[in-house]
């Protein structure tokens, strides 16, 4: 029988190629926007190879955003069975590894969320889609911590330990959160996502779809669209 570590690592590499792959080709998508946005003043063949590869990375990264938040939630089950109980709640660094792992969560939610109810109308938008692209890298940076939290609790040591040790960082202290600090965070984050529902409930923002002039008047500006042409195929 499979044990309950042996199907973490897997879930915990399978979110990770997923939203690693979904992290990349978003960027790559808003990096295509930019040139397109910017054609007249770049090379012509700046604009073609970004109008042909930004279809195929936009598609790409939206499965990936979907295939790594299922991954994360497995991970997270798979985890809290794989780790004795008191092991999860006596140290103050698996507790913070599970805080980021659940804001984690909740923030690629956040960006299936978005991809998944304005579609690839969301790129026509400059507001929406700088949203996207920054939640997205936030997204990204929030697992990678949790991620080198991890690893430091089962092997010792972390493939962004350089970069903890530019920072002056210590990922084994310096972000480890005490109980009453992390319930406190919890409840905080709670409370602002509950808000938020309430809020777009009363404001009627679920009767927003697709298209620039919804975009445009969910954020209330008067953003130029940008450069969409033909996305369906290309």
Not at 68 to 91: E, H, K, N, Q, R
Not at 92 to 113: A, D, Q, R, S
Not at 138 to 148: E, I, N, R
Request: hydrophobic share 50%.
């Amino acid at each position: 029988m499979v044990s309950m570590s042996a199907l973490h690592s897997l879930t915990a590499e399978m979110h990770t190629g997923f939203l690693t792959l979904a992290f990349a080709c978003i960027v790559i998508v808003g990096l295509s926007q930019v040139v397109l946005h910017y054609r007249h003043k770049a090379p012509k063949r700046f604009s073609t190879w970004a109008q042909n590869i930004r279809g195929y990375a936009e598609a790409a990264g939206f499965v990936g955003a979907v295939g790594g938040f299922i991954g994360l939630i497995l991970s997270g089950v798979t985890g809290m069975y794989a780790w004795p109980s008191d092991a999860l709640f006596s140290s103050p660094v698996v507790m913070n590894k599970i805080l980021l792992t659940v804001f984690g969560t909740v923030m690629w939610g956040v960006v299936v969320f978005t991809r998944a109810h304005f579609g690839r109308g969301l790129w026509s938008s400059r507001s929406l889609s700088v949203f996207y692209v920054s939640f997205t890298f936030a997204a990204f940076m929030t697992v990678g911590l949790a991620g080198s939290l991890g690893a430091h609790l089962t092997v010792g040591e972390s493939v962004l330990d350089p970069v903890w040790s530019i920072a002056g960082v210590d990922i084994g202290t310096t972000l480890a959160l005490g109980l009453v600090i992390a319930i406190a965070a919890s409840l905080v984050s709670l409370g602002v996502v509950l808000a938020t529902v309430v809020y777009a409930r009363y404001k009627r923002l679920d009767t927003y779809r697709v298209g620039p002039a919804s975009c445009q008047n969910f954020f209330k500006c008067s953003d130029n669209t940008v450069v969409m042409n033909d996305f369906s195929g290309k």
